[in-house]
């Protein structure tokens, strides 16, 4: 079967933002990295993630991925009838 790694990949970028925590301090958003390794390799080369290779359980998202992230999540997995709470 074909299949739209791109789509994969958006739809595991929007997953990471459920599992966002603040590791290193302030403005330093860290997700767990516990999906598939090809999709995380794909969002490094992206520039959404750091090198998910490493020993650490989690990678540290870029200011453009994690609000890549959040924008996924959102139009993914929000209620349709609900609105949008201001940030």
């Given amino acids: ?11 595991v970028l929007a997953l ?6 603040y590791e290193k301090g302030p403005g330093v958003m860290c997700t767990w ?8 390799d794909r969002l490094h080369e992206k520039e959404y993630i750091s090198n ?8 540290v998202f870029t200011a453009e991925g ?10 993914l997995f929000r209620l349709v009838d609900e609105p949008e709470a201001d940030s």
Wanted: glycine share 2%; hydrophobic share 35%.
């Fill in 52 to 59: 998910p290779k490493s020993k650490a359980k989690s990678v």
């Fill in 66 to 75: 994690f609000a890549r992230s959040e924008e996924l999540f959102k139009e």
């Fill in 16 to 21: 990471l933002y459920l599992t966002r925590f």
């Fill in 1 to 11: 079967m074909e299949i739209d790694r791109d789509k994969v990949d958006d739809a």
């Fill in 33 to 40: 990295k516990g999906h598939d390794w090809n999709a995380l």
